[in-house]
């Protein structure tokens, strides 16, 4: 299951994978102001895109809703509705509600930190999926599982409730993201979308009876690395869990491509039998490319939470370089035509191309031609045309890829 934040990261997911895509609109979710986000009158395009790929669409509505919102909840789920949205994930009552009387999915948002069977079974009469407490361990996951097996707790549908964990991305130093600090702050709720990440900056803790400066072993004590479990995904897999949630609504499509990618080998591995360590070690090194805060189990496999990511920003290991956009696309001869707006690009580069239907790709440059004559490079203020083995539009960002360390 992946993120999308924009139409940008939509289809980087459905290239790239993933059998179910996420996505906000307006603001009644939990990256109100973290992403783009879509509006209203995109919801058929994305549902149609996704259906014609066998893919289902999720409609995250997962905020605090107060009455003033209970209109446009109910506007939002009637568009969803219509336009072929699968489900809704959600965590207020009034969300779940309105979701049954209108026939639509309902999946059970982390946000309501289901921990136990006896939680499950209750939420099992409004909905067909639960997505965990991200604080549980993968033994207590197995247990609620197994449950489930045993007892055949089944959804509204009648089928057996089906599990969902995070699996990649982001993670809060609050429970299931159930933080109030922004709040406090800035007067901007993080359970209303609007968090300020106030957790991801340096502080300096003073005793404020003696003023002593008490030593902290981080700086960013509140900031946890990212998630990250490709290398124990046949222990996941063991558990009982359906789906394995990528986190990054907020991040760049080049994210969702990869990550999706790499989940979805590494998924598929265990398929055919050729997940193993050195697959893994591959799958960790093209993660650790785009963005992360570096990365570690969560709770999963018993651990407590001390695994603080070493700065405020991306530990990537790679960044991208805008160099210009495109022009046209020649079918035939397989050929982008691209203006370029800033820096150089040569021929070697490894170049990210984007836009909301190309979605995000990856390609070397193999030659360049500038006025029909073959160049080396091609410099801020040049039309140059560069084979592509895929659709480009005026619409596109071109972007150079750059090893940083």
């Known amino acids: 299951m992946a993120p999308a934040g924009n139409f940008e990261s939509l289809q980087a997911a459905i290239d790239n994978g993933a059998d179910s895509v996420y996505f906000g609109v307006a603001q009644l979710n939990m990256r109100a102001r973290a992403a783009i986000n879509f509006t209203v009158d995109d919801l058929p395009e994305i549902a149609a895109r996704c259906e014609s790929k066998g893919i289902r669409s999720y409609l995250t509505l997962n905020t605090i809703i107060y009455d003033h919102d209970l209109s446009l909840v109910q506007a939002l ?13 959600a965590m207020d009552q009034a969300v779940i509600a309105a979701a049954r009387q209108l026939g639509l999915a309902v999946h059970i948002s982390t946000q309501l930190n289901v921990t136990n069977i006896e939680t499950l079974r209750f939420y099992a009469h409004f909905a067909d999926t639960m997505v965990l407490s991200r604080e549980l361990s993968l033994s207590q996951v197995r247990k609620i599982a197994d449950r489930v097996e045993r007892d055949r707790i089944t959804g509204p549908g009648g089928a057996l409730v089906r599990i969902e964990i995070f699996g990649h991305g982001a993670l809060c130093m609050a429970v299931s993201g159930k933080c109030y600090l922004s709040l406090h702050a800035y007067n901007a709720s993080a359970n209303r979308g609007a968090c300020k990440q106030n957790c991801r900056k340096k502080y300096r803790v003073i005793d404020r009876e003696t003023g002593f400066e008490i030593e902290l072993d981080n700086d960013y004590m509140m900031s946890p690395k990212d998630l990250c479990t490709i290398d124990f995904l046949d ?25 999706t990618r790499c989940y979805r080998e590494a998924l598929d591995s265990l398929c055919d039998g050729s997940y193993s360590k050195a697959r893994i070690a591959g799958w960790i090194q093209r993660l650790q490319a785009v ?3 570096g990365f570690w189990s969560g709770y999963y496999l018993g651990q407590k939470l ?19 956009k495109g022009r046209h696309y020649y079918p035939e001869a397989g050929i982008g035509e691209f203006s370029i707006d800033a820096y150089d690009v040569k021929v070697g580069d490894k170049i990210l191309i984007t836009g909301p239907t190309t ?23 040049d039309i140059c045309t560069l084979p592509v083995d895929f659709k480009i539009r005026p619409s596109d960002k071109l972007y150079k890829l750059v090893s940083i360390r």
């Open 77 to 89: 789920l009637k568009k969803a509705k219509a336009a072929g949205v699968t489900a809704v994930i």
């Open 291 to 293: 963005y992360n805060r």
């Open 359 to 381: 979605g995000a790709k990856e390609t070397r440059v193999k030659s360049i031609m500038i006025d029909d004559v073959k160049a080396g490079s091609a410099q801020k203020g």
């Open 235 to 259: 222990e996941i897999q063991a558990a009982g869990i359906s789906i394995l949630k990528v986190e990054g609504r907020g991040r760049a499509p080049e994210y969702v491509a990869e990550t």
């Open 306 to 324: 001390g695994e603080w990511s070493p700065g405020s920003g991306s530990q990537a290991r790679q960044k991208k370089v805008y160099l210009g």
